[in-house]
C-alpha cells in the first residue's frame, strides 16, 4: 500500500503542477495587452553650440593657485580604526 500512496502522490503533484502551468499560461495569454509606445517628436539640435571646455592638465592645476583648490598636507582628519571584536 505504501508503494502505491508514493506513485499516487507523485502523479497527483505532477498533474496540479502542470495545470497550475497551464492555467496561468491561458491567463496571461488572454491578458489586456498594453497600448504600443508612440514616440514623441524629437527636436534634433546642433551639437556645434554645446561644446565644454577641455579638462585641465596636472600641470595647469599645479600652476593654479585658486583658493577652491583643496590642500590635503594640511587637513588634521585621521580615519578612525577599523576594529572587530571578534565573531
Not at 16 to 23: I, L, N, Q, W
Amino acid at each position: 500500500m505504501r508503494k502505491l500512496a508514493k506513485t499516487f502522490l507523485h502523479l497527483w503533484i505532477s498533474l496540479v503542477s502542470v495545470a497550475a502551468f497551464a492555467t496561468g499560461w491561458f491567463f496571461l495569454a488572454h491578458a489586456e495587452k498594453p497600448a504600443p509606445l508612440v514616440d514623441p517628436q524629437v527636436q534634433v539640435s546642433s551639437s556645434s553650440q554645446t561644446l565644454l571646455e577641455p579638462i585641465p592638465t596636472i600641470n595647469d592645476l599645479l600652476k593654479d593657485q585658486s583658493p577652491t583648490a583643496i590642500n590635503l598636507q594640511s587637513s588634521n582628519f585621521s580615519f578612525p580604526r577599523l576594529r572587530t571584536r571578534g565573531s
